[in-house]
């Protein structure tokens, strides 16, 4: 099977990728990943997953012949929430969550080398809150989860305590939507074997 460079820093798209028996090298980009601009939620995943995979095409190792780049965040009331800076701003949105539903999206961007394809896709799933108390949001800070993640939780950690349901792919939420990368992967004639 041919390796994927995995353009992010993200152990849980490593995860996912291993999970799907897909070998990887990975190869982190920093882009400054905009969030503020005046565009809808699902042009924003796909503008910042492109602007990740185009920083790595800049100057790409010479035996790339395929590569992936992602970016996950969090959408509710027309908001935009990333990775939280500190804990006092984790607290606040694990307070905004609370008793509601949000939208997570993942931008996937997937590039094919033979022909520089590039193919991008966008995967939404609807997490549901349940409404925490303030000693639960006190101990969920305390487990330290909300480090490095969008929207201050961990689906596939204790934050799944934290939910009352969810509506559409629980890979998505950790960073890569498994079945719709599996779908890019096929459109494009990547071969499984
Ligand atoms: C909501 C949620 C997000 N996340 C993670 C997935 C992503 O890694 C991260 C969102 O940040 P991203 O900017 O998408 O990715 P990253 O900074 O980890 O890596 P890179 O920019 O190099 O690609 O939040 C979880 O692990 N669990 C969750 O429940």
């Known amino acids: 099977m041919e390796k994927i460079h995995l353009v992010s820093s993200s152990p849980r798209r490593q995860t996912l990728l291993t999970q799907m028996g897909i070998p990887f ?3 982190p980009v920093e882009t400054e990943e905009d969030m503020t601009r005046d565009i809808g939620p699902e042009v924003l995943a ?4 492109e602007e990740k995979l185009h920083a790595f095409l800049k100057n790409p190792p010479i035996q790339v012949k395929w590569a992936v780049a992602a970016d996950t965040f969090i959408s ?3 908001r935009r929430v990333g990775k939280p800076e500190n804990r006092l701003e984790a607290e606040r949105e694990l307070l905004s969550l609370s008793g509601m539903t949000h939208q997570v999206l993942t931008g996937i961007s997937l590039y ?3 022909d520089r394809t590039i193919l991008t896709e966008v ?4 997490v549901t809150f349940r409404p925490l108390s303030a000693k ?3 101990w969920y800070l305390d487990t330290e989860e909300w480090k490095g993640v969008a929207g201050s939780y961990r689906i596939q950690g204790k934050g799944e305590c934290l939910i009352s349901g ?3 792919s629980y890979s998505n939420v950790m960073g890569l939507p498994i079945t719709r990368f599996y779908g890019m992967l096929t459109k494009l004639d990547f071969t499984f074997d």
């Open 46 to 49: 796909r503008t910042i997953a």
């Open 136 to 138: 639960e949001i006190a």
């Open 112 to 114: 094919r080398a033979k």
């Open 76 to 78: 509710y009331h027309d």
């Open 166 to 168: 969810i509506n559409g």
């Open 123 to 126: 995967d939404i799933t609807d």
């Open 25 to 27: 090298d990975v190869f």
